[in-house]
């Protein structure tokens, strides 16, 4: 059974850097399709960033060039920095891996962006 737990959602201020965390267990990661989605209140779910199957990064046109997809396969672990935060990026971001036959997804960390 594969978990993954995301942290580092916070309160930051607009222009400012945050990055988050999905942390996996039950599986170490391979070059499975992972990344990212938000979704904001009363919006619907967006996908923001994603590793391919072929290890390729993809980014929806709204954060790419400000946010940045990782992974670190020793630590099992997949990130999205983001920066120069905008108020608009205010969601609650969720991982996810695709490893077949199942998605798998995490619960989610909230990100405000205020000040």
């Known amino acids: 059974q594969v978990q993954l737990v995301e942290s580092g959602g916070t309160l930051v201020q607009p222009g400012g850097p945050l990055r988050v965390s999905c942390a996996a267990s039950g599986k170490p990661f391979t070059d499975d399709e992972m990344g990212w989605y938000r979704q904001a209140p009363g919006k619907s779910r967006e996908l923001v960033a994603r590793?391919?199957?072929?290890?390729?990064?993809v980014y929806a046109y709204s954060v790419k060039g400000r946010f940045t997809i990782s992974r670190d396969f020793a630590k099992n672990t997949l990130y999205l920095q983001m920066d120069t935060l905008k108020p608009e990026d205010t969601a609650v971001y969720s991982c996810?891996?695709?490893?077949?036959?199942?998605?798998?997804w995490g619960l989610g960390t909230q990100v405000i962006v205020s000040s």
């Open positions: 590793f391919t199957n072929l290890g390729n990064k």
């Open positions: 996810y891996a695709h490893i077949a036959p199942r998605t798998y």
